[in-house]
T-cell receptor
Framework: NAGVMQNPRHLVRRRGQEARLRCSPM?????VYWYRQLPEEGLKFMVY????????ESGMPKERFSAEFPKEGPSILRIQQVVRGDSAAYFC????????????FGPGTRLTVT | AQSVTQPDIHITVSEGASLELRCNYS??????LFWYVQSPGQGLQLLLK??????LVQGIKGFEAEFKRSQSSFNLRKPSVHWSDAAEYFC?????????????FGKGTTLSVSS
């Protein structure tokens, strides 16, 4: 049973470009979470999605960041006009449900903005 | 506001020695508590979780953790550390965010194992 898959694993973008990060949840999981890990920091929650719905985006920066989880295909975290401060590891997690269901994490996408 | 504190940034333990990593949380209700481990350049792997019931929980790789409500703590322990346990360890509390489903993580404790 494949785990949570993320691609690309490493992404380099110049300032002002767009970054698209993809996440395929574990089979049977319909809940997806995105977290960001800055250097020497723990993970910070960004957004929680179910199929075709954003449930909680309280951790998302107000500008340039968006996320979607379409009916078909992976969840996408999109960062427009990237800046150096966006350089971080972005992790996706999926779960079978809410409440007492644990979240399983993917390997992450390491974004470097030059 | 909910928070998780891991007081130790870096710990070094001799191989074969016992280990305890500290975690304190701030949360209004009974929390969901987790310990994750992250190897360099890798994602997070769930070691164990506490939702309710027995306050001593067993996890993978020989780890265990004890929930102490009176101390707001969820410390991770292992009786005998192996060199392969060197990694970064994160404590997390669940049930947060607007939907009550997100995790808040501590800043992590880096474990080094000496021979």
């Amino acid at each position: 049973n494949a785990g949570v898959m993320q691609n690309p694993r490493h992404l380099v973008r110049r300032r002002g470009q767009e970054a698209r990060l993809r996440c395929s949840p574990m089979k049977g999981h319909s809940h997806v979470y995105w977290y960001r890990q800055l250097p020497e920091e723990g993970l910070k929650f960004m957004v929680y999605l179910q199929k075709e719905n954003i449930i909680d985006e309280s951790g998302m920066p107000k500008e340039r960041f968006s996320a979607e989880f379409p009916k078909e295909g992976p969840s996408i975290l999109r960062i427009q006009q990237v800046v150096r401060g966006d350089s971080a590891a972005y992790f996706c997690a999926s779960s079978r449900g809410t409440g007492n269901y644990e979240q399983y994490f993917g390997p992450g996408t390491r974004l470097t903005v030059t | 506001a909910q928070s998780v504190t891991q007081p130790d940034i870096h710990i070094t333990v001799s191989e074969g020695a016992s280990l305890e990593l500290r975690c304190n949380y701030s949360y209004g209700a009974t929390p969901y508590l987790f310990w994750y481990v992250q190897s360099p350049g890798q994602g997070l792997q769930l070691l164990l979780k506490y939702f309710s019931g027995d306050t001593l929980v067993q996890g993978i790789k020989g780890f265990e953790a004890e929930f102490k409500r009176s101390q707001s703590s969820f410390n991770l322990r292992k009786p005998s550390v192996h060199w392969s346990d060197a990694a970064e360890y994160f404590c997390a509390v669940g049930g947060v965010g607007q939907a009550g489903t997100a995790l808040i993580f501590g800043k992590g404790t880096t474990l080094s194992v000496s021979s």
